[in-house]
């Protein structure tokens, strides 16, 4: 299965009983349109939920003579420079070989990152039992065991529970009992982490900034983290020629902004074309000021910053005509009742990489192991996806290449099979990736259209036959493709489907057109037939935009995953089923 195919996917939607026309009108009630590379410009971070985790141990060591061990457990997690930070620390329990501990720890769950976290075991000493645990020398206990394992790996289980072996720590020498117990870990989806506030905002009397026309206004809503920097959470649509604009609904979840009492900055600002946005205007309230604005009946005036710290109070105004609760399905409730995320890679092969023999070229392997772009962008993304799919086989493709004895193929199996695409895992990708360069002639031109078709088709057959699969493509390009149209036609026809494409732009090209793919203006793509697409299925990032930035690559092309799978759940009226 997975083989490059060429053919339309137009049997996809057929597949999706009583999708019909109503699609596009039912994307429309759950996604706001708009200006996503405005948002990315400011360090725009994906959903995340509020996660709990609750402690407790079997069998460990006895370390006390005269009584059993009194358990702590305390955990670290690892950065980016494998030091480690501690994060919390529970309760002593007394006398206990198998500890069932009471304090929780609470965290945020960050989908486009890969957490990993380490938890250590101690035996406190009887002298220090009375005193309050944060203040506990850690060297002056004894140790118990240890072990790590990534967020992801906890909550992707049926049942968000984890038994993890506990250890002796790296460096230590065996000890003659090699036994350490057992800690087990339960996590569990805070409430607040369900609950999305529906909110529909009105402005009246806005300044119009066109010399020729009306404003076009459009709100953003950002959140307040460490240092005061705002992170915009969720945007309006724009309102073309519109001083006095009541714009469509906004979902924001407490997930997304903190708390209902964390501080929300909503900026009004007139679109530009050249993404050069004019500030009309601006308010700072929390969900629960602007839930009584709405049972207030009351506006509240926008101000400008006129520096020194000072604020022009306007007489434009901002109006809340609409404020909901609702507890709605999240994407960790899909995880676990079944569902997966299944990995699929396209590289490609074209001959304006350069010659995989030269230093100078993209595709250069460094004998160092150093790992050029492409193999940076498939570790860094896969490193992330592969903890959602259980069998680890990913389809792997590449384009734009002669095989050889072959025609240049726009759609070829990485592994070199005629029959099967799949590979084991991150390293089988790397590995066939490696051997591919050394078993085909760069080529061209650079066509995506046959390679979206092949994912397209993989996630049809997957839709047709029940699986609880949502796929996810990475299309790794170094320039400007030739089939722009086509692609279009595939993506329109692709987004009725459970798929998701990530495109990563290495090199010095113009990436233009992979802006139009990913729709971030707001316009869905439209087919050469007319069709619109049913939502964005597209997420293109530029390596060299971000490399430098204070986001990975990963972040930046991984953050609206989880909200086009779950747009895509609530369009089909799919609800997990409880485990």
Known sequence: MGNCCCSDVSSGSGAIAGVGGSASSAALATTNDALDYFLKSKGFNGLFSQIELSFSASNLRDRDVLSKSDPMVVVYKKEKDATLSEVFRSEVVLNSLAPKWIKKFTLAYHFETVQILVFRVF??????????????KLDDQQFLGEATCALSEII?????????????????????????????IHAEESLASKITTEVVFRCSSLESKDLFSKSDPFLVVSKIVEHGTPIPVSKTEVRKNDLNPIFKPLFLSVQQVGSKDSPLIIECSDFNSNGKHSLIGKVQKSLSDLEKLH??????????????????????????DKFTETVQHTFLEYLASGFELNFMVAIDFTASNGNPRLPDSLHYIDPSGRLNAYQRAIVDVGE??????????????????????????????LNGSSSYSEVDGIQGIMNSYTSALF???????????????????????????????????????????????????????ASDLPLSILIVGVGGADFKEM????ADRGERLESSSGRLASRDIVQFVALRDVQHGEISVVQALLAELPSQFLTYMRIRNMKPIPP
């Open 123 to 136: 035996d406190v000493d009887t002298k220090f039992q009375n005193s309050r645990a944060e203040m506990l």
């Open 384 to 413: 992330v996806l592969q903890f959602y799919d259980s069998d680890k086989r990913f389809p792997a493709w590449g384009f734009g290449a002669r095989p050889i004895d072959s025609p240049v193929s726009h759609c070829f199996n």
């Open 439 to 493: 078993n085909v002639s760069l080529a061209g031109p650079t066509l995506f259209g046959p390679v979206i078709n092949s994912a397209a088709m993989i996630a049809s057959t997957s839709l047709a036959q029940g699986s609880r699969k949502y796929y996810v493509l990475l299309i790794i390009t170094d320039g400007v493709i030739t089939d722009l149209q086509e692609t279009k036609d595939a993506l329109v026809s």
């Open 295 to 320: 049972l207030a009946g009351q506006g509240i005036n926008l101000s400008l910053p006129t520096g020194a710290g000072q604020n022009k109070v306007l007489k434009s105004q901002l109006f809340v």
């Open 156 to 184: 992707t289980k049926s049942t968000r529970t984890s038994t993890l072996e506990l250890k002796r720590k790296e460096g230590v020498a065996p000890q003659s009992q090699p036994h350490h117990g057992k800690l087990i």
């Open 515 to 518: 802006e139009i793919l990913d």
